[in-house]
């Protein structure tokens, strides 16, 4: 079946750091792929997504690309700030099939920055 | 607009009782997925439900466990005689009826449940 494979955490920064996630992905169809964010005491909200090979998803100073040929989809960020401690979730949804909009998710990466 | 709604935020039942989990999804919204995280780990997806209908609950344990989307009024996500190892957050999830938004999940705060 689709699974995700996210980078252990946790990762500390400091603040303007560069950051990357990695996240590898095994699915049998052509799916999507997402980031997602969770602040405490919170849901989850879509960071980011690519829905095809090659596309570049970005939003907030996050990107990631969809890399078919090694099937990954890693987070990367320039400058983090402080504000960007939480936890990101890696993805996929598998467009095919009666399941809808089902996703499966990676373990979770938490993310800690320092003044 | 408002989103997902659920309630209570915080849910704590003693072995053997039953819990009761709402979701509200957002307006417009006929899809609508419940998920589980268990402490440290990620989101497991549990049921997917369209109004009246479960489409897929393939990730639902087999006893104990159920849900259901009534025509009128908010899912429900129903654990009966609950043990510890039920104590999670349960996140409930909207999403569009059709065409490529169907993919965008609108997600709720979440029910944390604490079993005693």
């Known amino acids: 079946g689709d699974s995700v494979t996210q980078m252990e955490g946790p990762v500390t920064l400091s603040e303007e750091a560069f950051l990357t996630i990695n996240c590898t992905y095994t699915?049998?169809?052509?799916?999507?792929l997402f980031w997602y964010v969770q602040y405490p005491g919170e849901g989850l909200q879509l960071l980011l997504k690519?829905?095809?090979?090659?596309d570049k998803g970005s939003n907030k100073g996050f990107e990631a690309t969809y890399r078919k040929e090694t099937t990954s989809f890693h987070l990367e960020k320039g400058s983090v700030q402080v504000s960007d401690s939480a936890v990101y979730f890696c993805a996929l949804s598998d467009r095919g099939g009666s399941s809808g909009s089902r996703l499966t998710f990676g373990e979770g990466t938490q993310l800690t920055v320092n003044p | 607009n408002a989103g997902v709604m659920q309630n209570p935020r915080h849910l704590v039942r003693r072995r053997g009782q039953e819990a009761r989990l709402r979701c509200s999804p957002m307006k417009g919204h006929s899809h609508v997925y419940w998920y589980r995280q268990l402490p440290e780990e990620g989101l497991k997806f549990m049921v997917y439900?369209?109004?009246?209908?479960?489409?897929?609950e393939s990730g639902m344990p087999k006893e104990r466990f159920s849900a259901e989307f009534p025509k009128e009024g908010p899912s429900i996500l129903r654990i009966q005689q609950v043990v510890r190892g039920d104590s999670a957050a349960y996140f409930c999830?909207?999403?569009?009826?059709?065409?490529?938004?169907?993919?965008?999940?609108?997600f709720g705060s979440g029910t944390q449940l604490s079993v005693l």
């Open positions: 999830a909207s999403s569009p009826p059709s065409g490529t938004t169907r993919e965008k999940l609108f």
């Open positions: 699915a049998t169809g052509y799916p999507s």
């Open positions: 690519a829905t095809k090979a090659d």
């Open positions: 439900l369209q109004k009246e209908n479960i489409i897929d």
